[in-house]
């Protein structure tokens, strides 16, 4: 009975000691989406991004419109058109929507290439904050993205957010 008991005794002990070790852990969240879209960094780079793109999107349109004012030139020429003229304009048109194509796919890829480019000084300067934060509030643990809840109270993407814009 006595060896019952201090097994008991000592199982339960085991089961203690985790949970008033975890009492002295300091833990956050960070919510990283947030962080990524509004702080200063990402904010200047989405700018920046826009700028540096902003002629071409522009180029794009121009020729958007000038391939659509063809099209309907031709759609209302066509009757009056030989075969010969309207194969040579079909032709011609299919070619330029083709190549408008083209243009338009390679700008889209140069585009996504830049912003993951940008994106990912980003997320090095995030982890940096975060890292900073977590050192200076002596956090033993902070998490993002995999976390299916945080509440509020451990929720320190607030603080890291400034922590980014004082950079």
Known sequence: MNQRLVSIIFALALICVPVSLLAEVKLGYVNVAVLLDSSPQAKQAKAALEKEFAPKEAELRAGEEKIKALQEAFSKDAMLLSEEQRNRKELDLKSRMREFKNELEATQDDFKTRQRQLMDGIRKEIVE?????????????????????????????????????SR
């Open 129 to 165: 904050a975060v890292s900073t934060f977590a050192k200076a509030e002596q956090y033993d643990l902070i998490v993002y993205d995999g976390a299916i809840y945080a509440s509020e109270a451990i929720d320190v993407t607030e603080a890291v957010l400034k922590t980014l814009s």
